[in-house]
């Protein structure tokens, strides 16, 4: 029994609803995972990181339903408190960046994704290095929005560019 354990009941709450994720039962994942971050809410706070990483993995989950705007907002929030807590270079606020960036392009938002992986790519690059492997993962997810938006040839320079960074560094 659990009931006088609620930090450890919300943990394992937490990695049930990360399996009921990752095995594509995300209606379950979520009534998990919102049990989760209202503990989390009222345990920690607001903007506590334990309670960030509950509304994303919220969010992930979803996005995966197809409650498109529920996980873009819930990604947008996670993404502006890292920001704000953090700055834009942390690489707390670059990975809620990039997840933001994902659930958009998942939900056909390829237009806000384009600005989102942009910005990503300019933080990265200017933080770690044209060369860095966070900066070539910015690259390759910006190609790859530049694919869905149809700008085939802008995608395929910008994966030319990762390779060429790819095999200098190797």
């Known amino acids: 029994d659990l009931a006088g354990l609620p930090a450890r009941r919300a943990e394992l709450q937490a990695t049930l609803g990360e399996t009921y994720h990752g095995i594509g039962l995300?209606?379950?994942a979520i009534a998990l995972q919102e049990?989760?971050?209202e503990f989390r809410?009222?345990?920690d706070?607001?903007?506590?990181?334990?309670?960030?990483?509950?509304?994303?993995?919220?969010?992930r989950s979803e996005i995966n339903s197809r409650q498109f705007e529920k996980g873009i907002q819930r990604h947008s929030e996670v993404e502006a408190a890292n920001r704000r807590i953090h700055g834009p270079?942390?690489?707390?606020?670059?990975?809620?960046?990039?997840?933001l960036a994902s659930a958009c392009h998942y939900a056909g938002k390829h237009d806000r994704a384009a600005a989102?992986?942009?910005?990503?790519?300019?933080?990265v690059q200017k933080s770690r290095?044209?060369?860095?492997?966070e900066t070539l993962r910015a690259k390759s997810n910006l190609a790859l929005t530049m694919n869905a938006l149809g700008r085939k040839s802008e995608a395929i320079a910008i994966h030319a560019e990762v390779l060429a960074s790819r095999r200098r560094v190797q």
């Open 26 to 28: 995300p209606r379950e």
């Open 35 to 37: 049990k989760v971050l």
């Open 41 to 43: 809410r009222q345990q």
């Open 45 to 59: 706070g607001p903007d506590a990181p334990a309670t960030l990483a509950a509304k994303s993995a919220l969010a």
């Open 89 to 99: 270079e942390h690489s707390a606020t670059v990975r809620a960046m990039e997840e």
């Open 116 to 123: 989102l992986n942009e910005e990503i790519l300019r933080v």
């Open 129 to 133: 290095g044209p060369d860095h492997s």
